[in-house]
């Protein structure tokens, strides 16, 4: 039976960092994504991240060395609207709410996408899922077969704070290569000032991360591009919702969207 879960806080536990030091170092290198699935690679047999906000064939990468990193496209097209991952998907509607989906092959509908996953000898499948702006989201889904056996709680609490680093290495990655197709810094500048034009009373901090929620960066995201903590972005951000007479991201980004 599938079981759904939110995962609160904003906290990455210390013990996810220094597997991820090897990934942050090949940041804009074409040996990025390998390292960065190898790093997840004690906790679990098989990692995917799906994005589907910014590419119309969603990137798909796995853990397992003599498998090539491959498109998933077909999984989108095939699979994922009868996939409970994506009445997951649907019922985000924040872009801090984290969910944890957990299936077992039993949950999936679609024989062949079921099939498959048995003749892996799948037995446990985990999602976390996160809102990205409006229309994106990105998914981690992480696999464990039966010579391993379920995931315990500290391991699914492991692998939801490494979820928390994905979208910004993954964003920094992106735009060191070339593949964030909007200039995303004149972006933000754009927002910044309109936020100040519109709304004086913000200061200069809170324009910032304004700016960044409105674009759909996560709290992690923004505290690594400002250089300071995600829990003063946190501070800053309902600091300004206060003034703003708001209380989300979606009502954040109407004031400068439309």
């Not at 304004?210 to 960066?217: L, N, S």
């Not at 600091?239 to 004031?255: F, T």
Request: charged share 30%; with cysteine; proline share 4%.
């Amino acid at each position: 039976m599938t079981e759904v879960r939110r995962i609160d806080g904003h906290m990455v536990e210390p013990a996810v960092l220094k597997p991820f030091a090897a990934a942050v170092d090949l940041l804009g290198s074409d040996r990025f994504y390998r390292t960065l699935s190898g790093s997840l690679g004690v906790l679990v047999d098989r990692f995917y991240l799906i994005d589907g906000s910014t590419r119309s064939e969603p990137l798909i990468m796995q853990t397992e060395l003599d498998k090539p990193v491959v498109n998933g496209s077909t999984y989108v097209k095939l699979f994922l609207p009868n996939d409970p991952l994506q009445l997951a998907i649907d019922s985000v509607k924040d872009d801090d709410t984290i969910l944890c989906l957990k299936v077992a092959p039993c949950d999936i509908v679609v024989p062949a996408y079921r099939s498959m996953l048995e003749r892996a000898s799948v037995v446990e499948r985990v999602s976390f899922i996160r809102k990205l702006g409006r229309n994106g989201w990105r998914c981690m889904t992480v696999v464990r077969r039966k010579t391993s056996g379920r995931f315990t709680e500290r391991e699914l609490s492991l692998l939801g704070s490494a979820y928390r680093l994905l979208t910004p290495l993954v964003d920094r990655h992106r735009s060191l290569i070339g593949e964030v197709v909007e200039n995303r810094a004149d972006r933000i500048a754009e927002l910044e000032e309109r936020f100040g034009q519109r709304y004086p009373a913000l200061t200069p901090r809170e324009r910032e991360v304004c700016a960044r929620a409105a674009m759909g960066i996560s709290v992690e995201g923004c505290a690594l591009d400002l250089g300071i903590a995600a829990s003063s972005v946190l501070t800053y951000r309902k600091r300004a919702y206060q003034r703003l007479g708001i209380s989300s991201a979606y009502e954040l980004a109407r004031l400068v969207l439309r």
